[in-house]
């Protein structure tokens, strides 16, 4: 069975930095970071693939960083100058192929205070 597990969530005030962390159980080619807010859908962060391409949301780009180690079958996000409309549940999600949906970590709450 696949497993997701996130880690490096938590409060920090604005300006600052948070680093998350998801370790997956296998070798997955894209892997990447979603975001939900209160009231909002879920929308893409950041997405890397296994030969290191790299694709952002506008709203995050120059503030954040994803990287992987695929030794380890994990990804990073790096996320700096936090703003509080950054504040969301963000998920880790892993794919085997592009067009399909993926699997799933459980979350990790990140808590920009203003």
């Known amino acids: 069975q696949v497993q997701l597990v996130e880690s490096g969530g938590g409060l920090v005030q604005t300006g600052g930095s948070l680093r998350l962390s998801c370790a997956a159980s296998a070798s997955f080619v894209i892997m990447g970071w979603y975001r939900q807010a209160p009231g909002k859908q879920r929308e893409l962060v950041a997405t890397i693939s296994s030969d290191g391409s790299t694709n952002y949301a506008n709203s995050v780009k120059g503030r954040f960083t994803i990287s992987r180690d695929n030794a380890k079958h994990a990804v990073y996000l790096q996320m700096n100058i936090l703003k509080p409309e950054d504040t969301a549940v963000y998920y880790c999600?892993?794919?085997?192929?592009?067009?399909?949906?993926?699997?799933w970590g459980q979350g990790t709450q990140v808590t920009v205070s203003s």
């Open positions: 999600n892993a794919k085997v192929l592009p067009a399909l949906p993926g699997y």
